[in-house]
């Protein structure tokens, strides 16, 4: 796993971890590492990871308009 540093102004008041967060948590928005993946480099579970999305107005479902329209498609053909 990558490491890295940063310095940040003094009035941005935030804690390693809530960086550490938004990292992961723009990572995930980017679709560059998966809620599982993400929650795991910053030491987080899964669910607390998804529930935390909402700080940041993100989403837990990623997914384009096309992807959604082409998995309701699929529902709809294994139903009858």
Sequence with gaps: MKT???ELP???DWSE??????????LYE?????A??????IGM???AFL????RFGTSMFQYSG???LNDIERAKSRVG
């Excluded at 971890?17 to 723009?26: E, N």
């Excluded at 599982?36 to 480099?41: C, D, F, L, Q, T």
């Excluded at 529930?51 to 909402?54: C, M, P, R």
């Design 4 to 6: 890295f540093q940063i």
């Design 10 to 12: 003094e009035e941005l």
């Design 17 to 26: 971890a809530d960086l550490r967060l938004f990292v992961a948590v723009k």
């Design 30 to 34: 980017a679709g560059k590492l998966t």
């Design 36 to 41: 599982g993946r993400a929650a795991e480099s």
């Design 45 to 47: 579970t899964k669910r």
């Design 51 to 54: 529930e935390s999305l909402g």
């Design 66 to 68: 096309e992807e959604l």
